[in-house]
């Protein structure tokens, strides 16, 4: 086989696989909303075409490609295999972009799985004891990890070894199995359900965070470029302002407002064209959708303002409590329009504005709890 051909097979197979990982964790998930930083079907197909491949061309996360890029180099010149790598942050943000970045910088095959397939220990055991030396072991959504295969992982970390066990019941016995230097890189959306034994088994961890709308822009001229859509300036930084400080979500409005441009205009995306077409996906000026402004709607029509519960919440829109906490809420809080507090959830005097309502008096900041319906001290 040619080595364009190794490439390409090797490519077909990365993106099938991140595919079957990125369905499972996102099943119970809703990934249809236009802002929803969460990929869908369409997201995966396109995405693997948009995927920036080498660390140069990576737009954004300065930090982060700064330090790993050290970590790699190193890594390198040493000729070993660099120190596990952890990147957690939002979804959308380039967590599994970055995963493949390393993977190709080292010249090294990438092993993509999830926390949520690998059911059983053993599951596990086939990937590791499979390894080639320096191999990059890629793990998505690794707190959902079961904890049998996340106490086999500690020690693959740790001393390249696995515990095979044999047999059933009192007679099963471990059998030692040494497997070759790899890096394991873990993703997860959730950093705060790891267990400190596993997150302290990461030699290097990267926080991934929101992006600024010029890196948005750049992202997004870079895509149209790719995807073969005239893009005006002006364009590109309406699409960078709603687009929620996340590439996924901004490569997805330009597609959208693509179709939109070429049914009903003349195919080029400028600023009214953009505008017009995200008025009709119900995505406004803030990257606010229907389901941030239902949010916003219940707490501050139905509460008072809060604080409500995040139950109570997510029965009021109709949707899964981890939606709301993970797909709605980081995006609220990070604007200024929603606040966590011990008590509950709280909308913010902005959020009040966002609705085009006056907010009450006395609440002056997201400590603000004196909302109508809410005793206050003088009541
Ligand atoms: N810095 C970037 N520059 C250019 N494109 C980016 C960048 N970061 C992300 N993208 C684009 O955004 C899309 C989503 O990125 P990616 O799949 O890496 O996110 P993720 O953090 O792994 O999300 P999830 O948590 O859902 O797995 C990709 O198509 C990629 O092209
Ligand atoms: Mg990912």
């Known amino acids: 086989m040619t080595r364009r051909a190794d490439e390409d097979e090797l490519a077909a197979r990365e993106a099938e696989a991140l595919d079957r990982a990125a369905a499972a964790r996102d099943a119970d998930r809703d990934a249809d909303r236009v802002v929803s930083p969460l990929a869908d079907a369409d997201d995966r197909v396109i995405e693997t075409a948009l995927r920036p491949k080498r660390l140069a061309d990576f737009v954004g996360q300065q930090r982060v490609r700064d330090q790993l ?24 943000l380039g967590k599994t972009t970055i995963a493949m970045i390393i993977a190709a910088e080292l010249g090294t095959p990438m092993r993509i ?59 099963a016995t471990a059998i030692p199995l040494d497997i070759a230097p790899f890096t394991l890189v873990g993703a997860t959306t ?17 926080h991934m965070d929101f992006y600024q709308p010029a890196e948005l822009e750049i992202i997004i001229r870079r895509s149209a470029g790719l995807l073969g859509v005239t893009l005006r300036d002006d364009g590109a930084a309406e699409l960078a302002g ?22 009903k205009g003349n195919g080029v995306v400028d600023r009214a064209v953009a505008r017009a077409a995200l008025e009709l996906y119900e995505v406004d000026e803030q ?18 303002g809060g604080p409500v519960g995040l139950s109570t919440l997510a029965v009021l829109v109709g949707e899964e409590a981890e939606t709301v906490e993970v797909v709605a809420e980081p995006f609220l809080v990070r604007r200024g329009l ?20 006056t907010p009450p008096e006395g609440s002056t900041g997201p400590g603000g709890l004196t909302g109508p319906g809410m005793p206050t001290l003088f009541d």
Do not use: C, Q
Not at 288 to 302: H, M, Y
Not at 344 to 356: D, I
């Open 69 to 92: 890029s050290l970590v790699l180099e190193s890594a390198v010149r040493r000729g070993r295999p660099p120190d596990h790598v952890l990147l957690s942050g939002p979804p959308g």
């Open 190 to 206: 959730r950093s705060g359900l790891l267990p400190a034994p596993l997150r302290d088994r990461f030699g290097f961890t990267a």
């Open 113 to 171: 799985t999830s926390g949520p397939a690998i059911e059983r220990s053993g599951d596990l055991a086939a990937v590791l004891s499979t390894l080639t030396e320096g191999e990059v072991v890629f793990i998505d959504e690794i707190h959902r990890l079961a904890r049998p295969a996340e106490e086999m992982l500690y020690l693959a970390m740790e001393d390249f070894r696995v515990d095979v066990v044999v047999g059933k019941g009192p007679g």
């Open 287 to 304: 990257g606010l959708d229907r389901l941030d402004r239902a949010v916003l709607d219940a707490l501050i029509r139905r509460y008072g």
């Open 338 to 357: 929603l606040a966590r507090t011990p008590r509950g959830r709280v909308a913010t005097p902005a959020a009040w504005e966002h609705l085009g309502l």
């Open 242 to 263: 709603r687009s929620r400080g996340t590439p996924r979500i901004a490569n997805r409005l330009l597609r959208r407002v693509r179709d939109y441009a070429e049914v």
